[in-house]
């Protein structure tokens, strides 16, 4: 099989597991990792991992199937970040789904869905590795039936939701707030893309946190 993955970011964490994901199959099919929809020839199967680029039908149309993997029970959710969101809202449960990619963002018939729990404690780091090893096994799933699966239609009778797009800015904390109150937001934050931070007598600081066994 011919199987491209287009990933718009060389700097997001995903592409160490990515990277995984190609040795482990690469003896048994032929599989390019993209930076940008520029490249795309065409083949098999197209996945769209961590891609901020709206992939046209034209340029679908040039593979068999063309994937999305979305960290979200859709049609709730759908949008930019969706799971760090949820994290942030409380969220102890969520969903990763494997769709058809269409021309309305992350509204494709669905192949399946996985539910993963996050710790309370758990980091960005640790968070993730859950995500991102759910990904891969949903990626191994899409290969594994690329013939025979029969894709569902997302809900009509549950009404989409939809999360913005996450920027520096939505990593800053209150420090009116305690810790406890701020703790899930202040666990999402990447130390290296999304720092935590907060401005104190007109200066800016940022906080780094990591867990230590007792």
Not at 67 to 79: C, M, N, Q
Request: net charge negative; with cysteine; proline share 4%.
């Amino acid at each position: 099989m011919k199987i491209t993955i287009l990933n718009t970011h060389a700097e997001h964490p995903i592409n160490a597991w990515l990277a995984k994901w190609i040795a482990t199959h690469q003896n048994k099919h032929e599989i390019n990792l993209l930076r940008s929809k520029s490249e795309l020839i065409g083949g098999d199967l197209l996945f769209l991992i961590s891609c901020s680029e709206l992939i046209a039908k034209e340029d679908r149309e040039n593979f068999e199937k063309t994937l999305v993997i979305h960290a979200s029970d859709l049609p709730r959710g759908r949008g930019w970040s969706p799971h760090v969101w949820d994290i942030i809202s409380g969220a102890s449960e969520i969903s990763l789904t494997l769709l058809e990619a269409e021309d309305k963002v992350d509204s494709g018939d669905i192949w399946r869905k996985l539910k993963v729990s996050i710790p309370s404690t758990a980091l960005f780091d640790e968070i993730n590795k859950i995500v991102f090893d759910a990904e891969l096994e949903l990626m191994d799933f899409a290969i594994e039936n690329f013939n025979h699966i029969t894709p569902e239609k997302q809900s009509l009778e549950i009404l989409p939701s939809y999360w913005p797009k996450r920027t520096p800015k939505d990593s800053e904390v209150d420090i009116t707030k305690t810790i406890e109150q701020q703790f899930d937001l202040i666990r999402v934050c990447d130390t290296d893309r999304f720092p935590v931070f907060f401005y104190i007598h007109g200066k800016k600081f940022t906080l780094k946190i990591e867990a230590i066994d007792e």
